[in-house]
């Protein structure tokens, strides 16, 4: 059988858990019976579905939402996994062939709506093929005096120890006495219950520029002597160098990647959980098997992957609820690495659109004008009201402008050129530069050369760094990251929209960052 997170990449194409989905997954797949809370968006479904992939026999899964029953089992054929459904939308033809694949032992999962488990049969039906585990979505929908009671749903309790199987029910409804009358009327005993907000406030998060990336590191490394902490590297190859370059600093740094020898890589993960200030460079290869409790520091030399990978791998640091702080650097080669990563790959197109969304996401955090916990609590599905004091914009916000008409400049240089080139050469061309590439093109012949004097080339960078993010101008992995307008570019060329940008002036990061200067 596949581990948990063996089947998170494989079957679900994600790379992390999200915040909560960790925990729950595996006291599922551990057979426990489980209450989980999980705001709307928070990815309530991973955590029946992936259990159910590590188990023999058919999980059932109860939930109220016909339509999205329909597409999670469409969802998860496409990803390869035997699941049918029994709704009242069945066709008889889909019944019989849920039946079928039933009594062949085929299903994995099987999807039923709850007026199902009312009619006469379908008790002897599931004990006949020996469901293992009942998963009840929407659980809130057991209590008689909430908005969403439905009756049928009273049915679950009695099955599940007619079954005598394990069950696990998922809501995203907190308050106290709807969790009681949960527990109380679906399961036996007493489940363990997951209620946990996804912020971890003790951590410090912060984002930068890449702006000399290397010195970045060591002056952050260097501010923070003797701590223990994991510095993540996009590349094996890097690793070394920096751990290297640490060491010549006079810090005591290991490299650590999947291509080491096990027993390396074994000696680094006991020398790190023994030693105090050991700083361990790594790729994300580093992590699933460590748990110190005081990881001071998380740096990320290069862009993670998403949100989830993100946070997943900051949340290594501070689990002693200490305080611990976080950088994570970001420049536009991450940015197209990682476009060119997804259009590379073999997934189907609407994984890559996911993939693309996903990575857009993270971009917007990390450009975020406002408190960095606003976005990311956001995007697990909690919303939150005001700064947080923790992050890097609370303690000094960042200036924006209206930057409609830069935007319009910028897209105008993409058009003009046939949306051939990348930023480099187009911010030349806005900003009047004679370069060779320029006059071999006759591209100071253009409207557009010379129109963006007002801003520096840093200021441009950082411009189109937020184009790209915000996915209106999209690098063409096929043709060495040139941008392409996206369609969500469009309204804004007309002028129908507004947009604000960080006015991310590179040269203030610089001074900041390198006072040797
Ligand atoms: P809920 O049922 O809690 O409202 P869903 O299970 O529908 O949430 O998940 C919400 C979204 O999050 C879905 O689009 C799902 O594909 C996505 N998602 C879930 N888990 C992950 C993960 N570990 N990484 C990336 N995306 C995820
Ligand atoms: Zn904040």
């Not at 029946?48 to 999670?72: F, K, N, W």
């Not at 490299?255 to 096990?262: D, K, P, Q, R, S």
């Not at 994570?328 to 997804?342: K, M, N």
Request: proline share 5%; aromatic share 6%.
């Amino acid at each position: 059988m596949n581990s948990p997170s063996d089947l998170l990449s494989s079957v679900f194409g994600f790379d992390a858990f999200r915040p909560g989905q960790g925990e729950v997954v595996e006291a599922v797949v551990a057979g426990r019976n489980v209450l989980a809370i999980m705001p709307t968006g928070g990815g309530k479904s991973l955590c029946y579905q992936l259990p159910a992939l590590c188990r023999e026999g058919v999980t059932v899964v109860v939930s109220p939402l016909i339509a999205l029953m329909r597409d999670q089992v469409r969802a998860l054929r496409a990803a390869g996994v035997q699941a049918g459904a029994l709704t009242s939308g069945n066709t008889e033809e889909e019944t019989e062939e849920v039946f079928e694949a039933l009594d062949r032992g085929a299903l994995k999962l099987l999807y039923m709506a709850p007026e199902r488990l009312s009619r006469a049969g379908t008790g002897n039906l599931l004990s006949r093929v020996g469901v293992k585990l009942l998963a009840v979505d929407e659980a809130h929908c057991v209590s008689q005096w909430g908005h969403d009671f439905r009756p049928d749903y009273l049915e679950i309790g009695p099955l599940a120890q007619r079954l005598n199987c394990q069950v696990a029910a998922f809501t995203a409804t907190a308050d106290p006495e709807t969790q009681e009358e949960i527990v109380a009327r679906l399961f036996p005993r007493r489940p363990e219950v997951f209620l946990r907000g996804f912020d971890r406030p003790n951590l410090h998060l912060a984002f930068a520029a890449k702006d000399g990336p290397r010195a970045q590191v060591m002056d952050f490394v260097a501010r923070r002597k003797g701590l223990s902490g994991i510095v993540y590297c996009s590349s094996r190859a890097k690793t070394e160098t920096l751990a290297q370059a640490l060491n010549a600093a006079g810090h005591t740094a290991l490299a650590y990647h999947a291509g080491l020898e096990a027993e390396e890589r074994r000696l680094a993960e006991t020398r790190f959980q023994r030693e105090d200030g050991l700083i361990v460079c790594a790729t994300v290869a580093f992590g699933m098997g460590v748990d110190k409790p005081d990881i001071r520091y998380v740096v990320h030399a290069d862009l993670p992957k998403s949100i989830e990978a993100y946070y997943q791998e900051v949340g290594r640091a501070g689990r002693d609820g200490a305080p611990a702080e976080t950088l994570t650097l970001f420049g536009p080669e991450d940015i197209r690495l990682r476009r060119a990563q997804i259009d590379e790959g073999l997934a189907p197109v609407e994984r890559k659109q996911a993939d693309h969304a996903r990575l857009n996401a993270l971009l917007g955090l990390a450009e975020s004008p406002v408190c960095r916990r606003v976005p990311l609590l956001r995007y697990f599905g909690e919303e939150r009201a005001g700064g947080c004091g923790g992050c890097d914009i609370c303690a000094e916000p960042p200036e924006t402008f209206d930057a409609k008409d830069a935007a319009r400049k910028a897209f105008s240089a993409v058009l003009r050129t046939g949306e051939n080139f990348g930023a480099g050469h187009l911010i030349d061309i806005l900003r009047g530069q004679r370069t060779e590439k320029v006059l071999a093109r006759g591209h100071d012949q253009l409207p557009t050369f010379g129109c963006g004097q007002e801003f520096a080339k840093g200021e441009w960078q950082a411009i189109f760094r937020q184009l790209m993010g915000l996915d209106l101008l999209r690098p063409d992995a096929a043709r060495h990251g040139a941008l392409r307008l996206t369609e969500a570019a469009r309204p804004l060329l007309r002028g129908e929209v507004e947009l604000t940008l960080r006015r991310d002036s590179v040269a203030k990061a610089k001074a900041r960052n390198r006072p040797e200067a």
